[in-house]
């Protein structure tokens, strides 16, 4: 693999991160909506969602 594959690469592994980070807040905007934030889902969905939020920082703090 040449840098330019490898960068194509992290960048479609980026697009793919916020667009879960999107999926995930939108998800969770439902349930707030909804009154279910006391709910495993929701609970899962947080921890996911901290996870890809610290995705995303890593990847902005280095250019992507």
Same mark, same amino acid.
């Given at each position: 693999? %040449?840098? !330019? *594959?490898?960068?194509?690469? $992290?960048?479609? #592994?980026?697009? %793919?991160?916020?667009? *879960?980070?999107?999926? =995930?807040? *939108?998800?969770?905007? *439902? ?5 279910? &934030?006391? !709910?495993? =889902? $929701? @609970?899962?969905? #947080? ?6 939020? /610290?995705?995303? @920082?890593?990847? &902005? /703090?280095?250019?992507?």
């Amino acid at each position: 693999m %040449d840098d !330019t *594959e490898r960068l194509a690469a $992290y960048d479609a #592994f980026a697009a %793919d991160a916020r667009a *879960e980070l999107a999926r =995930t807040d *939108e998800r969770m905007s *439902e349930l707030r909506a909804a009154g279910k &934030v006391k !709910t495993a =889902t $929701y @609970r899962q969905l #947080f921890a996911a969602r901290l996870t890809l939020k /610290e995705i995303d @920082r890593r990847l &902005v /703090e280095h250019g992507l």
